[in-house]
């Protein structure tokens, strides 16, 4: 047999507590003994016996049998008085008319211009109209700070967050608010609920804040209450300069992983990504693009790397003069170039890639003094992927591809 329970002391109430006490307990244990935040072995124990007492204590009607027994059991122990039952009074109304509702409250018009001056001022921030905001906000402000030193503020506020949504609600109105010394004004207080994006990492941040209207000789104007704004364009200049920092560095971050930066051209991995819109366009447009790859062949007396490499760097230089603006030159590494050839099926890219060798050839004769040559293979896109159009083209190259030679 389950043994018997004093709930009002599993609870941790008093026998007479109301229902409204009762529950804020109930709340208050479930906080600490659910198991989801207590991870002792009794948590699971204990909260099943808060979930009954707070079942029983909750009911009216089961409450009265349980007080009862609970008042037999403890005898002299237990107050006699039973359970408080709240009674309400039934008024009948006979042979007479009903008496007339109170009339409503009437509107405070101060609070309303209060209200709209509030608004206007956030709208006029969230759509960077920061003139026609400072004119909305009250003549102690201007005296503390000029218009240049807000449009920055704001300005550099607005480069890291953009509002997106707001509330405006009253929290308290204050008879005389004591912004100076000797100045004391009506004010209307507003809690602000504000939805903005921040511009550095995307995310949408909600909080909320409070902000005066103030009437200055019968009219009503935002206080914003900063003595000086040297702090806080300090702090909004410092984070838009850090946030531009990381875009710099991401944007070096991204070159460096797709360009080579000896020769100064894309490298594989920079060719494959302008090619997959190059893809895209064929699939959806059906517009051609093909791939070329010249093989530059040195004489073996170059030996020395640094002198290859500078051979090289204007090989890639003379190609990337002799493209078009669509086009897209990448050094494949060893002594191979990658041309994309937008928008051109095989026998246009064969013509292009021809008079880019030809330039090429003409450039190296006049600048060096020894022989080199270049093979040439092109392949139109059909589907294959990066590595298989440049395999095509080493093929074509290695049976009957196009081949030049220079000499000075």
Sequence with gaps: MERWQDYYSVLQVHPDAEIEVIQSAYKRLCKKYHPDVNPSAQAAEKIKHINIAYEVLSDSGKRRAFHLEWTRRLGTRAPAAPPRVEV?????????????????????????????????????????????????????????????????????????????????????????????????????EFTVSVSEKDVRTGRVNEYSFTKYAVCENGIWRVYLGYRDLTPLLVQFK????????????????????????????????????????????????????SIAVFNVILPDRITDDSHRKHVMKYIGYIISKGVRLIDHVSWLGGDCYGLLLAESDK?????????????????????????IEIKMGVTPYQGANTDDMISQCMRTIGASGDRARARA
Aim: net charge positive; aromatic share 12%; hydrophobic share 35%.
């Design 238 to 289: 410092t984070m838009a300069s850090t946030q531009e920092e990381a875009v710099l560095i991401n944007q070096w971050d991204e070159y460096r992983d797709t360009h080579d930066l000896t020769i100064g051209l894309l490298n594989k991995k920079g060719l494959e990504k302008v090619i997959l819109p190059e893809v895209y366009r064929q699939r959806r447009y059906d517009r051609p693009f």
């Design 88 to 188: 309400r009074e039934r008024v009948v109304y006979v042979n007479r008319t009903p008496p007339a509702p109170p009339p409503p409250p009437k509107k405070d018009m101060g609070t309303l211009a209060a209200n709209t001056v509030i608004k206007n001022y956030f709208s006029k921030v969230s759509e960077k109209k920061f003139r026609e905001a400072f004119e909305l906000v009250s003549e102690l402000d201007k005296q503390r700070f000029s218009y240049g030193s807000y449009v920055e503020w704001q300005e550099s506020v607005a480069a890291i967050y953009q509002i997106g949504s707001f509330d405006i609600e009253l929290f308290r109105r204050h008879a005389e608010l004591k912004a100076e010394e000797s100045s004391k004004y009506r004010a209307e």
């Design 347 to 371: 026998r246009t890219s064969v013509t292009a890639a021809r008079r880019i060798l030809k330039a090429v050839m003409h450039d190296v004769a006049a600048c060096f003094d020894f022989e």
